[in-house]
């Protein structure tokens, strides 16, 4: 367990029987299993029965023609049984209720925060990797949906997750800083956050992500979790760190593009419900981070 504890889709209860998705015809298998069943996806969104996956056998589908294998079910849940195949498919005229996973996860299972968070990421990339990017050429779908091969030169391409940082950062008043991005409502804040870029280790990347945004030297970067974040691939790592000692907490300079105003923001003003600061929402990492440093944590 990490210092963040379990994070909402950091969860999982199934088995990905990564073994089992290169035996040749294993998806055809699955599909004809008269125990698969499937989650359903549209975009960003999943299918829900209530606050539970609206997991249909496969069978009642009409077309399985985008399919990834998942794994197994590793507990009895809502009369599915230990041991369900379980697979992800892309159905955008399915007539079911839809819901965001942004804004759902946290009241999902463990079970179903997994499959739900691992089908929106994988198919996600299935939607953006129809063609080799090395020749060009169209490829095509192998191991149950975890890789696409490129006919032409023979290139293997698997799902891609893009690392990022995301960082508490407090000073010698205890502080925590945030800003305020300029896609957001008026009033909303959050930590600061950015990419790790190539040949760049995670602690530096929070060094460079909250100077650029902020203009706030910092230092002992310190690991606290991480969660998928399939909106649309990335994995979101968080960290604390503090004000360099010799920098003035009030010295801070928004980047004027993303980040458009940064402030400094005590306990008291963040529990302030008059205040009118609008946190991330429950699912996020940043959620978890803010809510650890406001008990004290």
Not at 2 to 27: H, Q
Not at 180 to 196: D, K, T
Not at 242 to 254: F, K, R, Y
Not at 271 to 288: K, Q, T, Y
Request: glycine share 8%.
């Amino acid at each position: 367990m990490t210092a963040l504890g379990s994070l909402p889709l950091s969860r999982t209860a199934f088995d990905r029987d990564g073994n089992a998705r290169t035996k040749p015809g294993f998806l055809d298998s699955v599909r004809t299993d008269e125990r698969t069943r499937v989650v359903l996806v549209h975009g960003r969104d999943v299918a829900v029965d209530g606050e539970n996956l609206d997991l249909r056998l496969c069978s009642e589908l009409e077309s399985t023609e985008q399919m990834v294998y998942l794994g197994t079910t590793m507990v009895d849940e809502n009369g599915i049984v230990e041991g369900t195949p379980v697979v992800a498919v892309r159905a955008d005229d399915a007539d079911v209720t839809w819901a965001p996973l942004r804004q759902i996860a946290a009241n999902l299972s463990n079970r179903d925060a997994g499959l739900a968070a691992g089908s929106v990421a994988v198919l996600g990339w299935h939607e953006a990797s129809g063609f080799c990017s090395r020749c060009g050429s169209a490829t095509v779908v192998e191991h149950a949906g975890w890789m696409r091969r490129c006919p032409s030169c023979d290139a293997e391409h698997f799902p891609r997750t893009d690392p990022a940082v995301i960082v508490c950062v407090t000073d010698a008043d205890d502080r925590i800083l945030l800003g305020s991005n300029s896609a957001w409502e008026a009033g909303r804040y959050s930590l600061f956050a950015g990419f790790v870029e190539a040949g760049e280790s995670l602690e530096a990347a929070v060094i460079r992500e909250v100077y650029e945004e902020a203009g706030v030297r910092v230092t002992n970067p310190r690991y606290l979790g991480s969660q998928p974040w399939p909106f649309p691939r990335s994995l979101m790592l968080g960290y604390s760190a503090q004000i360099e000692s010799d920098q003035d907490a009030g010295d801070t300079t928004p980047d004027g593009d993303e980040i458009l105003e940064v402030r400094w923001f005590t306990r008291a003003e963040l529990n302030d419900e008059a205040s009118g600061v609008l946190l991330p929402g429950r699912s996020s990492i940043a959620h978890a981070i803010i809510e650890q440093w406001l008990v004290g944590e």
